[in-house]
């Protein structure tokens, strides 16, 4: 994976603090880590990517579900930028599934998640958008949300036994399919 030392890894304090709320949506401020979050998110292979994660403590997250080698069975989306986002669980269900971060690598672990989600947010013009999430999609937003809290996944885990390396995990998915 190319670019690793560009992403905050687990232990850097960013990934534990509190990102703060975007005051100015157009400033060329914000929109030069809008860039680094696509250009660093393209090169590694994810599916979203949270401002913490390059270093940079404010509210912005980009999800880009797409099947990768790392997720094959994601589903396709066009990528949405989404500034302050907040968000209402819209049924009580809750899923168990795998996931992985580009701030731990070689680890996935099974997380329980809501499985319906509304989301608001401001787009890169600043306009207020809603957008209902489920499943998968959902399951990526709660993930990249949790990093503007200063959580991370493993926060989520229920128990340690539901943590395992990726290469077992890319085993287990390698038998699924056959
Ligand atoms: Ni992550």
Same mark, same amino acid.
Do not use: C, K, L, T
């Given at each position: 994976m190319k670019n690793l030392d560009q992403i905050a890894q687990l232990g850097s304090s960013i990934l534990r603090q509190q990102a703060l709320s975007v005051e100015?949506? =157009?400033s060329d401020e914000t929109h030069i880590i809008i860039n680094r979050m696509f250009t660093i998110l393209s090169e590694s292979n994810g599916v979203g990517i949270a401002a913490p994660q390059i270093f940079e403590s404010v509210c912005i997250v980009i999800i880009a579900s797409r099947p990768s080698e790392?997720?094959?069975s994601a589903p396709k989306m066009e990528p949405v930028v989404m500034i302050n986002p907040e968000y209402e669980v819209l049924s009580q269900e809750i899923e168990k599934d795998w996931e992985g971060c580009l701030s731990i690598p070689e680890i996935r672990a099974l997380v329980p998640r809501f499985v319906k989600l509304k989301i608001t947010y401001l787009d890169c013009q600043g306009v207020v958008q809603e957008m209902i999430a489920e499943n998968f999609i959902a399951r990526v937003f709660q993930h990249e949300y949790d990093h503007l809290l200063g959580l991370v996944y493993l926060d989520r885990v =229920? $128990? $340690?036994?539901d943590i395992i390396s990726e290469k077992e995990f890319q085993k287990m998915m390698t038998l699924k399919k056959i």
């Open positions: 100015d949506v =157009e790392r997720y094959p =229920e $128990n $340690n036994m």
